[in-house]
């Protein structure tokens, strides 16, 4: 299996403008996390889906951020308008489930300038 | 709500040699899962060993162990025969043990190998 992939390993964008991260599961894995890391905040649960259902977003900083989960093989983070404090490196993790450990992909690092 | 504290920010240790990295944990649930995550300079997160909360035998995955003191929350990782790719961030990790819930992470250690 190729792992959690996700994409685009690197962006940098100008203030105010549209951000999309992707993340492609491992196959059968029915669970995906959204994890943001800062320096200043460490590692933080932004939203998690159960079987494509978003379960808790609590961690979602404010309304400029979204995710997606349209099928069990891909989702997609937003950010809209991005603003320089969203830089951070992005990571999707993915699981079968209960008793199983979580698979990290290899993260984005967004620069919003 | 449950936390995760690392109380080391920083851990060196000579190549060959044993070290150990600290976590406590605060929880009130019963059925939990304990985990180590080491994060290398290229930042992919590699899950290093799993404990359940209902197994009194600790883990051991090769030159890897913990010491799981339930009781006192404790959750130490051991690094025996330290090499030089040892060299990372580690995260200890906490999460629920019903349904699919989400990993709380400490602060994490940063472990220095010396040769």
């Known amino acids: 299996d190729a792992g959690v992939i996700q994409s685009p390993r690197h962006e940098v964008t100008e203030m105010g403008q549209e951000v999309t991260l992707r993340c492609k599961p491992i196959?059968?894995?029915?669970?995906l996390f959204w994890y943001r890391q800062t320096m200043m905040r460490g590692l933080e649960l932004l939203i998690y889906f159960n079987n494509n259902v978003p379960i808790d977003d609590s961690g979602m900083p404010e309304d400029r951020f979204s995710a997606k989960m349209p099928n069990a093989s891909f989702s997609t983070l937003k950010i809209q308008p991005s603003e320089p404090r969203d830089s951070a490196v992005y990571f999707c993790?993915?699981?079968?489930?209960?008793?199983?450990?979580?698979?990290f992909g290899s993260g984005t690092r967004l620069t919003v300038v | 709500a449950q936390t995760v504290t690392q109380s080391q920010p920083e851990m060196s240790v000579q190549e060959a040699e044993t070290v150990t990295l600290s976590c406590t944990y605060d929880?009130?649930?019963?059925?939990?899962?304990l985990f180590w995550y080491k994060q290398p300079p290229s930042r992919q997160m590699i899950l290093v060993i799993r404990q359940e909360a209902y197994k009194q035998q600790n883990a051991t995955e090769n030159r890897f162990s913990v010491n799981f003191q339930k009781a006192a929350k404790s959750f130490s990782l051991k690094i025996s025969d330290s090499q030089l790719g040892d060299a990372a961030m580690y995260f200890c990790?906490?999460?629920?043990?019903?349904?699919?819930?989400?990993?709380?992470f400490g602060t994490g250690t940063r472990l220095q190998v010396f040769p």
């Open positions: 929880t009130s649930e019963s059925d939990y899962y």
């Open positions: 993790a993915s699981t079968l489930g209960t008793g199983y450990g979580y698979t």
């Open positions: 990790a906490y999460r629920r043990g019903y349904n699919t819930d989400k990993l709380i």
């Open positions: 196959s059968g894995h029915n669970s």
